[in-house]
């Protein structure tokens, strides 16, 4: 007997006939004999539609201004979860299976004061773990849980495989299954690469790469808390009929778990790759102590999210040049911050550039062997993709390049680590 927490992600509840396969799919491993709880999102579509009436309703009352109270944000976002977590409960109850829905607060699920995206303080899995044992299937609503204010909060979009992370946990779970619309993680996009392969495991610390890089499988910070708290995450598909599963075999999937567990490593991985990045260069900023401080700092209290990050050496000690890159989105305002503060950072031009792609080769295998960064300009240059900026961590290189090159780069260095072959 194991003691597991299912994850279904909203394609996986989009009406009732997906409900009641999901259903199904729970009852599978209740009748195996294991501890069940399981985690929902709203149905697809449905979170948008709730944000989307949320941002409107200050028009439609005539209200002045588009701000609206985030507590009321979240009352109303939320409950896409509460559905679900309801219908199937009802859903199990239909097929015989003992089950009771919770939302957040009924855990509870204690996140921080930020409403809107709000982080997870703790979770008393103390009630779940009794009813568990009493063969009980608790039901819970994602992306939700309940703030200091004695108030709902949701986590953020996409926040409900942190809760299913998060669960599992604090229940002590031997695994947490994500069902979703993709069977598994795939060494790349495999509508850019129709030779991506399924990766059989994935490292922790690689997924939180792919997931940050681009890879859109998982909420980066679901991989964080797995990797914190070690929680062995299967990813695998709710489209497969619960009947055709063979309980006792190993289902097509990805399982992310810790390194040591993976005894096959390649060398790399994945590839990933995040569109729509923007470069900015600063030309001849005065090379002294507190310059990076007066670029960045202004951008940080912007909000705007800088990535790569490269400085020149300078020529004579006195005057260097500055990259960065940022969203496309928020290139207008990181111009307008960087203008602003021209007169503390001394720079003598600003040149930008949006429509950039950051393509990332992704792999702990990186750490012991030499040469897989050259292999990558290499192959690339042969492709005559011009590189702008690299940057690279202990288990990945990142490369910004012009997005019109992107499907070319992303399929050139997928094939150059032998990631095409089976
Ligand atoms: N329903 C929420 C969203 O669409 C949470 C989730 O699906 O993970 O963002
Ligand atoms: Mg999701």
Known sequence: MAR??????????????????????????????????VVVSAMSGKTNELVGWVQDMPKVAGAASPFFDAREYDAVVASGEQVTSGLLAIALQAIGVDARSWQGWQIPLRTDAAHASAR?????????????????????????????????ATLGRGGSDTSAVAIAAAVNADRCDIYTDVDGVYT????IEPKARRLAKVAFEEMLEMA?????????????????????????????????????????GTLICDEDEIVEQEVVTGIAYAKDEAQVSLRRVADRPGVAAA????????????????QNISEDGSKTDMTFTVPNGDLAKALAVIEAARGEIAYDAVQSEPGLTK????????????????????????????????????????????????ELAVRTLHSVYGLDKA
């Not at 299937?137 to 994602?142: E, K, L, N, R």
């Not at 790349?188 to 509508?191: E, G, I, L, V």
């Not at 990797?227 to 006792?248: A, G, L, Q």
């Not at 990945?396 to 090159?405: E, H, M, Q, V």
Request: proline share 4%.
């Open 4 to 37: 597991i927490v299912m994850k279904f992600g909203g394609t996986s509840v989009a009406n009732l006939e997906r409900i009641h396969n999901v259903a199904r799919h729970v009852k599978r491993e209740v009748d195996a004999g294991h501890e069940v709880a």
């Open 120 to 152: 997870i303080d703790s979770i008393d899995g103390a009630l779940l773990i009794s009813r568990m044992a009493q063969g009980q299937v608790a039901v819970i609503a994602g992306f939700q849980g309940i703030a200091p204010d004695n108030r709902i």
């Open 188 to 191: 790349t996009d495999p509508r």
């Open 212 to 252: 940050s890089l681009g890879s859109k499988v998982l909420q980066v910070r679901s991989v964080e808390l797995a990797m914190v708290h070690k929680v062995r995450t299967f990813v695998r598909s709710s489209f497969d009929k619960p009947e055709d599963i063979d309980p006792h075999g190993e289902p097509p």
């Open 295 to 310: 670029v960045f700092g202004p951008l940080a209290e912007a909000n705007i999210n800088v990535d790569m990050i490269v």
């Open 359 to 406: 393509v990332s080769v992704v792999g702990i295998g990186m750490r012991s062997h030499a040469g897989v960064a050259a292999t990558a300009f290499k192959a690339l240059s042969q492709k005559g993709i011009n590189i702008r900026a690299i940057t690279t961590s202990e288990i990945k290189i990142s490369i910004l390049i012009d997005g019109a090159y992107t």
